[in-house]
Structures are given as structure tokens and as C-alpha cells.
């Protein structure tokens, strides 16, 4: 095989984690030339955190995209005004600049596109001239995404116009149905994220591999016994304490009207009551840690009232290493619970499907209500004094790995 360039890109700070990954692996590879786009916060973490040069917008904005270069300061503007933080003012210019110029073509004038910005904000955005500028520099021979809706979006719609293999990882469970996706090859989580990928997308089933999410990756390795020593300095627990974290969610998700329904502060005091009572019944010291989206200061006040600690600082993978038992409605963390072996607790809010759909899976125990949290706690508890700790999840790296070099061994 000839050497081949795959151009990897992805957007925003969650799913460089997934592409990071693979990219090392790529590095390796001489018949490889791993090229890079990460947009917006995603540069940061790719060099800082893995070593890995990319670009981004600024390197496509040209000094005649005067345009380009006035929309993104206003953007920016408006950003600063609104008391956000903007690490890379240049690359923040340009993404939201170039990505702006394309909404007043697509809306046939400036008016149009900004009142397709107020309604739907970054979401109006699809920057398809400074992608097309960068698969004329690069030439890639494969494209390789993440799933989000704009610049991934943009990146896999030129890779079709141009004729250009591409792969598409999606982050977890392709439920609701929030992007549309047209990859080649789509690497999906699980059984369920391909189940929900055909019901909800209508995609071709022949194009859809079940690879794991190479963001996990890092936890399958570390799976293994509790950190003891971590725990016991910084949440004062010892070992023959059973440590429950709860990770609460601001929302449920509702199915009738696709929207994220946000939870009252009495709904949020009754489930935190019923985990207390069902958690002290089986003898787990539970933790609490709020949503960042939350009011810090109602959870303060119950687990004050309660004698509950609140573990908001710590970094939230040193908790995960240090507890038993990791309980959460909707969030990330229940995944990497799982895959560093620990017994995972779910409270389901939102009736029917769950948005993150593990109930089958071993050591996993779920409520579908808050009145079911006692019987879903005894079976975890029970569960808990079986466990070893010991994830068998293989890896997703090498599945996706091997899955590129054969998209590019077709191409011969």
C-alpha cells in the first residue's frame, strides 16, 4: 500500500478523546500521514494532551476574507459580553467568522443569517469553504469524524462531493436522533447505538461496524481494584467503607417532545432522599456530586442537612477509580463506571427508551422510577460483594484501527 493520508477531525473538547487515539496509532504506522482539524477548544487538548499538532480555521482564513474576519469579531464580541471565556481569540475568529460568511450564502443575506443565528445558534452553522480549503491542502485519501453537526458535518459533506472515503465514529448511542449521518463506515458503541442508528437514521445496516468508542479505551486499561490510598487522603473513607457516588442530571429526557425536560427542586430533593435511605439500608456511604449546570447551593444545604458528602472538586475519574458503586440518570460517567469495572447504578427518568441504554449489561442495575430505587440499590449492593473489579471489555482502538486500514486496502 502507498503511503496514505487520512485527515481526522473533530470539534470541541469531548470528542478529541475519541480521535486522539487513533491518530497515535496512525503516527506509528509508516504507510500513514495522520493529518489534523480540531476545531475551536479541541487544538488545545490535542497538542496539550497528547502531543498531537493540528490546525484549524485560522489556517484557512485568508487576508481577503475581510467578511469572514468582521462577523467573527462581532461573535466574539457578543461571546466576551456574555461573560465567556475565549482561549484562542484568532481561531475563535475565524471558525465563527468563515462559519458565519457560509450562513449569508446559504440565506442569501445578512439579515437572513442572523435571524437563523438567534434562532438557532451555532447550530445554523455548516463552514463548508474553509473545509473545502483544507481537503485542497491536504488531498486526503480517508476521512475520519467524530459526530457532531457542524464542522464533521461540513468535513463529510465535502468528502462526498469530492468522492473520498470516510468513517464516522459516533460518541454513544445514536438516541434521540439529533444528526444525520452519511459516512461510508459509521462505528457505533454498542448492539443498542446500532439498533437505535436504524431506527431512528434509517441507515444502511451494511455500513454500520460495532467497534466500542476508543474514548473509553483509557479505562478499560486502567480497570482494576479501587484506589484505596487515593480515597482514604482525599474523601477520608477506608477500605471497609462501601462508597456510593451519585452524579446527578439537571434533566430527563422526553420522548413525545424530543426535549430535555429540566427536573424540579422537589423532584431533584425526593430522588436524593430515596437514594439516602435505600443507600444506608444496604450499608453504602453515599456521595453526592451536582450537574456544573445546577444550583451548587441546594446541594449544599441537603447534604449539610444530611451529613452526605458533596465531592464537586475532586476531578471526576479519580472519584469513578475511588468508589464502589457509581450511580447516574443520564450521564458519560456511567460508561466509564462500567468500563472500569464497577457496578453501575441507573435511575431512568424519562420512561421508554433511555438515552444511554445499559440495563442488559453485566453489573448494571436499573430503576425505572424513583419509587424502584430500593430494589435496583439491594441488587447492586448484593452485586457489589461478588464483583472483582476486573473490566473484560476489549479495546475499541485496535477494532477501529484495523477497520481504516481496510477502507484504505479497498481503495487499491
Known amino acids: 500500500m502507498d503511503k496514505k493520508t487520512i485527515l481526522f477531525v473533530s470539534y470541541g473538547g469531548g470528542h478529541v478523546h475519541m480521535l486522539a487515539p487513533l491518530i497515535l496509532e496512525a503516527q506509528k504506522d509508516q504507510r500513514l500521514e495522520p493529518r489534523t482539524i480540531g476545531l475551536t477548544i479541541a487544538q488545545k487538548i490535542y497538542r496539550n494532551q497528547y502531543g498531537i499538532e493540528c490546525e484549524g480555521a485560522k489556517e484557512y482564513i ?5 467578511d469572514a ?23 475563535t475568529v475565524a471558525y465563527l467568522g468563515t462559519s458565519f460568511a457560509d450562513l449569508v450564502q446559504t440565506e442569501g443575506s445578512e439579515k437572513k443569517a442572523w435571524e437563523s443565528y ?21 488531498q486526503p485519501d ?53 439498533k437505535n442508528l436504524l431506527e431512528w437514521n434509517g441507515t444502511d445496516e451494511s455500513k454500520i461496524v460495532i467497534t466500542g468508542n476508543p474514548a473509553f479505551d483509557e479505562s478499560i486499561e486502567k480497570a482494576g481494584l479501587v484506589d484505596y490510598e487515593w480515597r482514604e487522603k482525599h474523601l477520608g ?24 425536560i429540566a427536573r424540579t427542586e422537589t423532584e431533584l430533593i425526593d430522588t436524593l432522599n430515596e437514594l439516602l435511605i435505600s443507600s444506608r439500608r444496604e450499608n453504602l456511604k453515599l456521595m453526592i456530586r ?6 451548587v447551593q441546594l446541594y449544599r444545604d441537603w447534604c449539610s442537612k444530611h451529613d452526605v458528602p458533596l465531592v464537586n472538586e475532586p476531578e471526576i475519574n479519580k472519584l469513578i477509580n475511588a468508589v464502589d458503586v457509581l450511580g447516574s440518570s443520564s450521564s458519560t460517567v456511567l460508561l466509564q463506571a462500567y468500563f472500569i469495572g464497577r457496578i453501575v447504578f441507573q435511575l431512568s427518568l424519562g420512561g421508554g427508551k433511555k438515552v444511554i441504554n445499559i440495563e442488559n449489561w453485566k453489573n ?30 476489549e479495546k475499541s482502538t485496535p477494532k477501529v484501527m484495523k477497520l481504516i486500514l481496510q477502507t484504505l486496502d479497498d481503495m487499491n
Not at 62 to 66: A, E, N, P, S
Not at 71 to 86: C, E, I, S, T
Not at 371 to 389: E, F, G, H, T, V
Open 142 to 194: 480517508l476521512l475520519v469524524t467524530t459526530n457532531s453537526p457542524r464542522g464533521e458535518k461540513a468535513a463529510q459533506t465535502v468528502a462526498r462531493e469530492r468522492g473520498i472515503r470516510s468513517i464516522l465514529l459516533t460518541d454513544l448511542f445514536n438516541c434521540p436522533p439529533e444528526y444525520n449521518f452519511f459516512a461510508d463506515r459509521i462505528c457505533v458503541l454498542s448492539e443498542s447505538a446500532k
Open 62 to 66: 485568508t487576508k481577503d476574507d475581510t
Open 69 to 91: 474576519r468582521r462577523f467573527g469579531l462581532q461573535l466574539l464580541q457578543k461571546m466576551q459580553a456574555n461573560g465567556n471565556y475565549v482561549d484562542d481569540i484568532e481561531e
Open 364 to 393: 448494571v442495575f436499573v430503576a425505572d422510577e424513583v419509587d424502584n430505587i430500593p430494589s435496583a440499590m439491594a441488587m447492586a449492593a448484593k452485586a457489589m460483594l461478588k464483583r472483582s473489579y476486573c473490566s473484560s471489555i
Open 118 to 138: 438567534r434562532s438557532n445558534g451555532r447550530a445554523a452553522f455548516l463552514p463548508l469553504t474553509f473545509m473545502r480549503r483544507a481537503f485542497d491542502r491536504i
Open 237 to 260: 473513607c477506608g477500605r471497609d467503607e462501601k462508597l456510593f457516588l451519585w452524579a446527578d442530571q439537571p434533566g430527563r429526557f422526553d420522548w413525545n417532545s424530543l426535549q430535555l
Open 290 to 295: 451536582s450537574h456544573p449546570s445546577q444550583d
